[in-house]
């Protein structure tokens, strides 16, 4: 598995893994308009958004962010997304780091993977330790988390009513 820039070329795969998904929410993956991604022109526009953000915020109340697709043999399994900064609400509730695997390939070690990836990203951007967040109801991604080294900080309750694990990973190579 590689983590690549998003790439309009992987457009079906991009768009099977949404039928998998169906309608579900992605974390890690920067979906503001699932239906536009359908097509392709609307998928193409996507993706250079995606990448602009690197430089530039998605808008107001957004950071910038670097955005990785997990990919094998030329077919995207899902998305990590770095965000270089934390707003008050990513410093309570979403953390530097989301990340989401397409359903048909999970259990197979890839968000660790992914994880794992994007930590180089964050030390280059000088960033220490980065913050990821789980679902209190997702065991899944908080055994990836503390296999990636996480250690617990706390647990707070979102707007909606949702309560969330809250993690802190060191981003040098002897964290």
Known sequence: MDL???DP???PSFR???REWDGAHQDGAGIR???SLLEREGFET???QLLAEEAEPAGPGFVTCTYRWLVEDGE???SVALRHELNDYLARFGGHVGYGVRPSARGRGLATQALRGILPFARRRGIDE???TCDEQN????????????RFEDAVQDDDGRTLRRYWIGTSPSA
């Not at 065991?139 to 996480?150: D, F, K, L, Q």
């Open 4 to 6: 690549v820039a998003p």
């Open 9 to 11: 070329a992987l457009f």
């Open 16 to 18: 099977a893994s949404m």
């Open 33 to 35: 308009d699932a239906a």
């Open 46 to 48: 996507w993706v250079a």
């Open 76 to 78: 995207y399994l899902g």
């Open 130 to 132: 980065v913050l990821v």
């Open 139 to 150: 065991p899944a991604s908080r055994t990836v988390i503390e296999r990636c080294g996480g």
